[in-house]
Nanobody, 115 residues
């Protein structure tokens, strides 16, 4: 069982930055694929970024060049650095951990980008 706890969300102005963190419990963090998803009101949850156990990263087209996903296996933590934030980035952001066939979710952290 893996528990995920996100933090770092908040209210930020357009063009600002936030760094989200997700701490995982347990001893298998280093072999988990870690992902950040987001869900805006009335929209489907979408994949924002992912990082494999080996450090390979992928990003949604909408955040490429602005967001960076990273992980610190010693701290059981995955991060999402978000720069040049836009109003359309406003959403609840969820941390996801996967070790097929298992999957775990955090409770989410709200990011609101204001004009």
């Amino acid at each position: 069982q893996v528990q995920l706890v996100e933090s770092g969300g908040g209210l930020v102005q357009v063009g600002g930055s936030l760094k989200l963190s997700c701490v995982a419990s347990g001893s298998i963090f280093s072999i988990l694929v870690m992902r950040w998803y987001r869900q805006a009101p009335g929209k489907q949850r979408e994949l924002v970024a992912s990082i494999t156990s080996g450090g390979s990263r992928t990003y949604a087209d909408s955040v490429k060049g602005r967001f960076t996903i990273s992980r610190d296996n010693a701290k059981n933590t995955v991060y999402l650095q978000m720069n040049s934030l836009k109003p359309e980035d406003t959403a609840a952001y969820y941390c996801n951990a996967a070790l097929v066939p298992l999957e775990y979710w955090g409770q989410g952290t709200q990011v609101t980008v204001s004009l």
